[in-house]
């Protein structure tokens, strides 16, 4: 019987434990199921991952596990793809092929002069990691190339709202609520 009482704790806890390394932005808490990746903006520039299949561009990203919130899958997605730890904040934008993509805030810095060492965890999908201009982007780069357009307006849009922000302070800390 305590082994039962026991399993039953632990299953109820689980959800909560996998919350707890899901940092989100207070006030921008989603409970969406579905794959999803981040947009992080630095000095006008995305970060992107350069996918080891064929060398296109993308965000970090990729499919959730069962149970997970999509800001949890974007958050897990990117610390394996690009070994940077962000907080998730709002959602931007549900892509075309229902990909969710969230503005993420870096939770420490990271080299913008040059390309982000790739993590061991990202070896098998990621051959590259680096910052880019949007001006920098073209379609036949991109992963998806049906979402580029998408994309770039999405992205255009965050840096003018972090353009604004930066007025107000000089770091890429996420908006307290």
Not at 9 to 22: G, K, Q, S, V
Not at 64 to 72: K, M, R, V
Request: aromatic share 8%; with cysteine.
């Amino acid at each position: 019987m305590t082994t039962t009482r026991y399993l039953i704790a632990t299953l109820l806890l689980l959800p909560a434990m996998a919350l707890a390394d899901c940092p989100r932005v207070p006030g921008q808490e989603d409970d969406r199921r579905a794959n999803a990746g981040c947009l992080i903006v630095r000095d006008q520039q995305v970060l992107l991952i350069s996918h080891r299949w064929g060398g296109k561009l993308g965000v970090p990203g990729g499919t959730l596990e069962p149970g997970e919130l999509a800001q949890c899958t974007a958050y897990r997605e990117t610390l394996e793809e690009s070994g940077v730890r962000v907080v998730v904040g709002e959602r931007l934008q549900v892509m075309k092929n229902g990909f969710h993509l969230y503005r993420c805030h870096l939770q420490q810095p990271v080299d913008s002069g040059g390309p982000v060492d790739v993590p061991r965890s990202g070896l098998a999908e990621v051959s590259a990691i680096d910052w880019y201009p949007l001006s920098s982007l073209s379609k036949a780069r991109w992963r998806f190339e049906y979402q580029f357009e998408q994309f770039l307006q999405v992205a255009a849009e965050a840096m003018q709202s972090e353009t604004a922000r930066a007025q107000g302070f000089a770091s890429d800390e996420p908006p307290e609520k």
